[in-house]
T-cell receptor
Framework: EPEVTQTPSHQVTQMGQEVILRCVPISNHLYFYWYRQILGQKVEFLVSFYNNEISEKSEIFDDQFSVERPDGSNFTLKIRSTKLEDSAMYFC?????????FGPGTRLTVL | LAKTTQPISMDSYEGQEVNITCSHNNIATNDYITWYQQFPSQGPRFIIQGYKTKVTNEVASLFIPADRKSSTLSLPRVSLSDTAVYYCLVGDRETGRRALTFGSGTRLQVQP
């Protein structure tokens, strides 16, 4: 069964450093998403991407964040200058129509 | 988006049927009800979706009364592996094409 994959599974970084989280969506899907979940809290939407551009973004997705689909398979989330409060689980998701398929997540720890 | 209300937590034992009810008083005519499941340290997973009456798949059943102001997710004969958080979402049918708004969900703990 096709699945969304994410790398790395765990990333530790120093405050102020840039991080890139990588995702490989399911190959025939057209819609891509990033969500995050701070420990013990709700899953929060960050950004959606369709037809090579951002289609929707939340208030969390400020100028420190960017997304890219550099080739036909990868979908990346970049955080330019990490803050302590960016520590969270980041989930990538992709979809075709009815349901979103989530990846296993990247746990980001900012020290 | 219609606001949803569901219990914060539920406890059950293996082999029992579990029913989780979600209230959505302001559901719109075109809205569907969708349930996602999230295991610890994993991303959410789509379980089931319905519009009215009853929907059943290999994982669960979804009961929706005629007024559609609530819905009940039914898990038959739960096992320890059903311990997870269950989210009720209300919105258009093609949830894959829009941002999902997750609430706090219902934390189901299944005991041996």
């Amino acid at each position: 069964e096709p699945e969304v994959t994410q790398t790395p599974s765990h990333q530790v970084t120093q405050m102020g450093q840039e991080v890139i989280l990588r995702c490989v969506p399911i190959s025939n899907h057209l819609y891509f998403y990033w969500y995050r979940q701070i420990l013990g809290q709700k899953v929060e939407f960050l950004v959606s991407f369709y037809n090579n551009e951002i289609s929707e973004k939340s208030e969390i997705f400020d100028d420190q964040f960017s997304v890219e689909r550099p080739d036909g398979s990868n979908f990346t989330l970049k955080i330019r200058s990490t803050k302590l409060e960016d520590s969270a689980m980041y989930f990538c998701a992709s979809s075709e129509r009815q349901e979103q398929f989530f990846g296993p997540g990247t746990r980001l720890t900012v020290l | 988006l219609a606001k949803t209300t569901q219990p914060i937590s539920m406890d059950s034992y293996e082999g029992q049927e579990v029913n989780i009810t979600c209230s959505h008083n302001n559901i719109a005519t075109n809205d569907y009800i969708t349930w996602y499941q999230q295991f610890p340290s994993q991303g959410p997973r789509f379980i089931i979706q319905g519009y009215k009456t009853k929907v059943t798949n290999e994982v669960a059943s979804l009961f929706i009364p005629a007024d559609r102001k609530s819905s009940t997710l039914s898990l038959p004969r739960v096992s320890l592996s059903d311990t997870a958080v269950y989210y009720c979402l209300v919105g258009d049918r093609e949830t894959g094409r829009r941002a999902l708004t997750f609430g706090s969900g219902t934390r189901l703990q299944v005991q041996p």
